[in-house]
């Protein structure tokens, strides 16, 4: 089955854009990355996704329910965790997770117990005294101790130290080895290289690619480093020319006998090639594309 599906979903605010004619899949059990940086369409879909927000056009399923239809049964199978969370006022923290376990119905103390644990979190503190990253962390269990099928995550390390962003992760991937299926939007591409097998890249609401994490980085340019004299400034598909004490090094997606034909006019000592890491390779989309967001 497929968690999540799209097809021409489309969301304007009047005028202003905020996704347009996404096609979109991610098949159960997948580990899924969701590419952009702000304003890019993220939070839109996945809003549009809970049906937070009526899509402008097209269609959506989540879990094999249609997210206009079936609302209220998709909630029920989904943890939410919004990028920014908020919570009443006065309430302490362990109120507000018997809260969240009472609107859906569910005697989740062991497991609220064990995550609170695992993410040192105090739920007798009231949660106008929280920092943001406790106030993440509460929102990390609510979203996770009904024990849901499918996590969508939107931007969920931000607030949390590096000791709480490896814990949160280490859960996020013994619940995806269970079977749940990850939903992670970010725009830090370190966490999606690490953690997710697929990913989307979205900019100004279009999907401009979809593959695996490694298929993306296999797609784009690759990192050239030169030990020695060469001037490959007028060669077509350079980028991120850089002068290094030894040489310099570029991304590179041209012709590969064209390089080789350039590199032979210099004084050449060395010369490696590599894959370049995701952040690379989303510069590499985005620049090919126009630089704005």
Known sequence: MQA???????????????????????????FFGFIGPNGAGKSTTIRTLLGLIRPTSGSASVLGLDIEKDRQRILS????????????????????????AGLRGRDCRGAAEELCSRLQLDVSRKVEELSLGNRKKAAIVCALQHEPRLLILDEPTSGLDPLMQRAFFQ??????????????????????QRNCTRAAIIRQGRLIACDSVEGLAQAGARRVTVHGQADVSGLSGVRDLQQTGEGVSFLYSGDMNALLSVLAQGCIRDLSLTEPDLEEVFLHYYEERGVDA
Do not use: C, W
């Open 4 to 30: 999540i599906r799209t097809a021409g979903l489309t969301k304007y605010y009047g005028r202003a854009r905020g996704i347009e004619k996404l096609d979109l899949t991610v098949e159960e059990g997948e």
């Open 77 to 100: 199978q989904v943890g939410y965790l919004p990028a920014e969370a908020a919570f009443y006022p006065g309430m302490r923290v362990g109120e507000v997770l018997r809260l969240s």
């Open 171 to 192: 859960i996020l991937r013994e619940r995806n080895q269970a079977g749940v299926t990850v939903f992670l939007s970010s725009h830090v591409l370190s966490e999606i």
